[in-house]
């Protein structure tokens, strides 16, 4: 359903769904044991290769797992986490990309845009996703 707005033809986006998460990134500080294990279990490996490129890489992993958290939230439900991949556009901005089954959620809700924000410090990742119709 799309609204429309008054005296005019142009349609407005409506937003379906919010999501906020926070990371301490104390708690991404892993030994490269740990570090093997979690990445198998949550990241993609292309945020893998991204992250470790970076001096701060626990705080990327950090904001990486608050992206994907509030996309679940946003979606309002659980989804694998590696089937949330964070990637990002030339200038930098992240973006989420949805894969395997998860990317048919997409049609099934009507979405047509997902915002994504990231930001850290040494001890804090957020993240924020809006999905827009």
Do not use: Q
């Not at 030994?31 to 993609?44: C, S």
């Not at 470790?52 to 979606?75: D, H, I, Q, V």
């Not at 804090?124 to 999905?131: G, H, S």
């Amino acid at each position: 359903m799309r609204a429309k707005l008054a005296g005019g033809s142009k349609s407005f986006r409506v937003i379906v769904g919010v999501g906020i998460d926070i990371a301490d990134v104390a708690r991404y500080h892993f030994d490269e044991r740990k570090l093997a294990w979690f990445a198998r279990k949550v990241y993609t490996e292309a945020e893998m290769a991204y992250a470790m490129r970076k001096r701060n890489w626990p705080e990327r992993l950090a904001g990486f797992f608050a992206a994907k958290e509030a996309t679940r939230k946003a979606f309002g439900h659980a989804i694998p986490w590696r089937w949330v991949g964070v990637a990002h556009e030339r200038s930098g901005k992240p973006t989420i990309e949805l894969r395997e089954r998860a990317s048919r959620l997409i049609e099934r809700r009507g979405v047509r845009t997902i915002h994504l924000t990231i930001t850290h410090t040494a001890a804090v990742a957020a993240a924020v996703v809006i999905l827009e119709s």
